[in-house]
């Protein structure tokens, strides 16, 4: 028995007229997830012609030790880099992610002092989100293997955490990344698409416990109990030699 068999169902609808408009813990939308490189990259700007502002050329490149300080050359007037800024260069992917961190804490009274500081950003109205990635398969090679989709729906990866495919609405097979957690802010649909959709109460419990794991718990009793039941759900071909 798999963890997605022992929690059926695995997702609960949410109600359709504020779905969008109150983000839920464990909801799922479509947000673009950018690509980590080992080595960050930036795009190394400057000014096309000297005496103009609008024209510019860049290439791309590794970062150096010697990015983030004192800006050389000629500002571009668009871009109002600050000397110990960059361009940072990133691929990105429009994929489905799980909620896993509500709305922060925000004052009214503080939100007219930071905007007349210029310091929105302080009370961002933000969620955190862990972007489901695939499984491979002949349309989807680069996915996870099957290897690995089986240890991590019994739970053996503290990182990685399975959901399984729904039909309506639509959700792939894929692995929620708990090591690429990121911010999201849920205002234009362009970044944040939610679905009527959530992960069911004891999915969520799950999920939460493993995150807890990795921010320092030293014990979450469900996980350890949950990986004891599992591990004989993962077929003999697949199993840890170790």
């Excluded at 690509?35 to 150096?64: C, F, G, M």
């Excluded at 600050?82 to 804490?105: F, S």
């Excluded at 419990?205 to 993962?234: M, T, W």
Aim: charged letters at 25%.
């Amino acid at each position: 028995m798999s963890l997605t068999t022992l929690i059926s169902p695995f997702y609960k609808p949410l109600n359709q007229n504020s779905f969008r408009q109150i983000p839920t813990l464990g909801q799922l939308a479509w947000v673009p997830v950018p690509v980590y490189p080992p080595i960050p990259q930036i795009l190394d700007v400057e000014r096309d012609k000297p005496r103009e502002h609008e024209s510019a050329r860049a290439q791309i490149r590794n970062v150096t030790r010697d990015d983030f300080k004192r800006r050389q050359g000629l500002p571009v007037y668009r871009l109002q880099l600050a000397d110990n800024e960059e361009l940072m260069v990133q691929k990105a992917k429009r994929r489905l992610a799980i909620i896993v961190a509500a709305v922060g804490t925000a004052f009214d009274d503080v939100d007219p002092l930071l905007r007349q500081a210029g310091k929105k950003h302080l009370q961002e109205r933000n969620v955190l989100v862990a972007p489901l990635y695939g499984i491979q398969s002949d349309e989807h090679p680069k996915g996870f293997p099957e290897v690995m989709r089986h240890r991590i729906d019994a739970l053996l990866y503290s990182q990685f955490f399975f959901c399984p495919a729904n039909s309506a609405p639509s959700v792939y097979d894929g692995v929620a990344r708990l090591d690429r957690l990121f911010p999201v802010v849920p205002k234009d649909p362009a970044a944040y698409d939610p679905l009527p959709l959530a992960l069911a109460d004891e999915a969520l419990s799950v999920l939460l416990a493993l995150l807890r794991l990795r921010f320092g718990s030293k014990s979450e009793p469900e996980i350890n109990e949950l990986r004891e039941l599992l591990q004989d759900s993962i077929p003999e071909e697949f199993r840890p030699t170790r």
